[in-house]
């Protein structure tokens, strides 16, 4: 079985601090995406990352598909009150249609 | 439509009665996915349908479970014989094709709590 391990489960900080969520699994994916769910909602999508060590950025995100594509890291730099959300890692497998998910990252930033 | 539409938003139930989840895709969107959320957790896959196949199901829980596909379009979970422990919020998804990394879009979902 597959599986995503988010850290931390919980983070809270205040308004202009930077962090890092991590995302690891001792499985290879043949991409991961990162996703931000808001109460109520479902998760929408940020971002994809494919080849091994790529990096992407998103504004004052930037996310990080690791060398061997088992791991993955989202940094926030001068974190927002708006950034406030639950942030999932989800990583697809080759051939595989479903996506398998770690348990998510509750991220709030204090004003 | 503009995105996936789930219904309906909220169900309470009582133990041991069936329930109906529906799901519409975005137009066009001929892969459909469902998965479950329990509270404070992450997303658990239940099963997707390329057009109205369902070529992997392999989530789905019990045989309580079932999902069907009509049309290429709406999708019906149903749990018979409803549990506390399927309280959850169940989650709908559509893409383009059913591909490895397609981007999936997710309805708002149902949140279903059972007494």
């Known amino acids: 079985t597959q599986l995503l391990e988010q850290s931390p489960q919980f983070l809270s900080i205040q308004e202009g601090e930077n962090l890092t969520v991590y995302c690891n699994s001792s499985?290879?994916?043949?991409?991961l995406q990162w996703y931000r769910q808001e109460p109520g909602e479902g998760p929408v999508l940020l971002v994809t990352?494919?080849?091994?060590?790529e990096v992407k950025k998103l504004k004052r995100l930037t996310f990080q598909f690791g060398d061997a594509r088992k791991d993955s890291s989202l940094h926030i730099t001068a974190a927002q009150p708006g950034d406030t959300g639950l942030y999932l890692c989800?990583?697809?497998?080759?051939?595989?249609?479903?996506?398998?998910f770690g348990q998510g990252t509750r991220l709030t930033i204090n004003p | 439509g503009a995105g996936v539409s789930q219904s309906p938003s909220n169900k309470v139930t009582e133990k041991g009665k069936d329930v109906e989840l529906r799901c519409d895709p975005i137009?066009?969107?001929?892969?459909l996915y469902w998965y479950r959320q329990r509270l404070g957790q992450g997303l658990e896959f239940l099963i997707y349908?390329?057009?109205?196949?369902?070529?992997?199901k392999s989530g789905l829980p019990s045989d309580r479970f079932s999902a069907e596909r009509t049309g290429e379009s709406v999708s019906t979970l149903t749990i018979q014989r409803t549990q506390q422990e399927d309280s959850a919020v169940y989650l709908c998804?559509?893409?383009?094709?059913?591909?490895?990394?397609?981007?999936?879009?997710f309805g708002p979902g149902t949140r279903l709590l059972v007494l």
């Open positions: 998804a559509s893409s383009l094709i059913a591909a490895t990394g397609e981007t999936q879009y």
């Open positions: 499985s290879v994916f043949s991409s």
């Open positions: 990352v494919v080849t091994g060590g």
């Open positions: 989800a990583g697809a497998s080759q051939g595989a249609q479903k996506l398998v």
């Open positions: 137009s066009g969107h001929t892969a």
């Open positions: 349908f390329q057009g109205n196949s369902a070529p992997d």
